[in-house]
């Protein structure tokens, strides 16, 4: 694993619509808390997620796995920057589970952030697996950044920007 990030916000990043809400969210706060983004993203081999008899033919190579999540960390911070063109952020790309991979980087982090995913299911935990971990385990403060709906429109996410962070801290 790389070196832990001092001082800075980690972002947990997988590429769902909840990841990149935590990415966004975090970037326009980096400011008010003096900092740098990290977004971070875990990734397994393939083959690694596989029952020991499943056929092997067609699995993706430990390397593909790994661009294939280089590439998607990648896209997701392009798609930040076209946003905040200004925003301090930064990649790291770790193998490892993920869980342990985001509390392995938090370990002197300012902030964690990760994304949550829709709650259909009120019967259903409102943490996922990861989250539950990392906010079981982390040495510092842990937030959980909603999925925002699929239909609302950037005026109705106020929280999710910059100006909403900016107004906020004037009051």
């Known amino acids: 694993m790389e070196k832990p990030s001092y001082g800075s916000v980690i972002v947990g990043v ?7 809400a935590a990415l966004r969210w975090s ?6 808390l003096r900092t740098r983004v ?11 997620l596989r029952a020991p008899y499943a056929p092997a033919a067609g699995l993706p190579t430990p390397e593909e796995d790994r661009r294939t999540a ?21 990649c790291t790309l770790d193998q490892g589970p993920p869980a342990p991979v985001l509390l392995h ?8 952030v990760l994304g949550r995913g829709p709650r259909d299911d009120i019967s259903r935990p409102a ?22 709906p699929a239909d609302a429109k950037e005026t109705e996410l106020l929280w999710l920007t910059e100006d909403a962070t900016v107004g906020a801290a004037r009051t």
């Open 14 to 20: 997988d590429g769902s619509a909840a990841s990149l």
């Open 27 to 32: 970037a326009a706060r980096a400011g008010l």
């Open 38 to 48: 990290v977004a971070v993203r875990a990734w397994l081999p393939t083959a690694a």
């Open 70 to 90: 280089a590439a998607g960390l990648e896209a997701a911070v392009v798609q930040l920057l076209e946003m905040y063109p200004q925003a301090p952020v930064s």
């Open 105 to 112: 980087h938090a370990r002197h982090a300012v902030l964690l």
């Open 127 to 148: 943490l996922g697996a990861v989250a539950r971990e990392c906010v079981r385990h982390a040495t510092c403060p842990v937030v959980t950044i909603p999925e925002p």
